[in-house]
């Protein structure tokens, strides 16, 4: 009877053990799990290419119990990553880390289509934004977190697609007034002041020659 016991006994345990070893190697391989992030450029005005637009990609928060963390780096920046909530704070938030003047930590070029793939990224929160943007548009920066949380499938996502938010750069106004090669340009140099002085200059030699005849006539 005893013996029957510790064999149960010890069996319980070994199934307990199994069950331990297979949430620890559940809990690794989740953690471990690498994700991707795509770029997929829209097309832009007439004449501008999607091809080459350079995008640099820079983790900047890790996920730890459930919580976005903020790298001490990216601190000074003021982004509270738990508090975003809408697409126009996420949109805010990088903004902000955009002024920092990040340096990216994989930087990739769009193929012909508009297209690249940034891979073999961990569980965190990243900054995208076009570094470079060659003959496209400006281009959003924007953040994306890995894993991301999939409504339609009800799944948490590994593998990102993104379709940035672009715009014409706005034209450039000059305000470059030409001027004469040589030394600058004074209101002496005016043709009008020329000719008023020189109209001056004979009325006051007839007047002169005037107030002589005058003289002449007197004597």
Request: overall charge neutral.
């Amino acid at each position: 009877m005893e013996k029957r016991m510790s064999n149960k006994f010890s069996l319980v345990i070994t199934v307990l053990l199994i069950f331990v070893f297979c949430i620890q190697v559940y809990a690794e391989t989740d953690t471990q799990q690498h994700g991707s992030i795509s770029i997929a450029l829209t097309e832009g005005k007439k004449g501008t290419s999607r091809e080459n637009v350079e995008f640099s990609c820079t983790k900047i928060g890790e996920i730890k119990n459930g919580e976005y963390i903020l790298k001490d780096e990216f601190l000074s920046s003021k982004v509270e990553l738990n508090a975003l909530k809408t697409a126009d704070d996420m949109e805010k938030a990088a903004k902000k880390l955009a002024e920092m003047d990040i340096q990216g930590e994989k930087v990739l070029l769009t193929d012909k289509n508009g297209k690249l793939c940034f891979s073999g990224l961990t569980k965190g929160v990243y900054f995208l934004e076009a570094t470079d943007i060659a003959g496209y548009e400006a281009v959003a920066p924007f953040l994306i977190s890995i894993p991301t949380f999939d409504e339609k499938e009800g799944r948490m996502n590994y593998d990102i697609t993104v379709m940035p938010k672009h715009e014409p750069e706005p034209e450039k106004i000059t305000t470059d007034v030409p001027q004469k090669p040589g030394a600058p340009q004074t209101g002496l140099d005016s043709p009008i002041l020329k000719y008023f002085a020189g109209t001056f200059f004979i009325v006051l030699l007839l007047v002169v020659w005037n107030i002589k005849m005058k003289n002449t006539k007197k004597k």
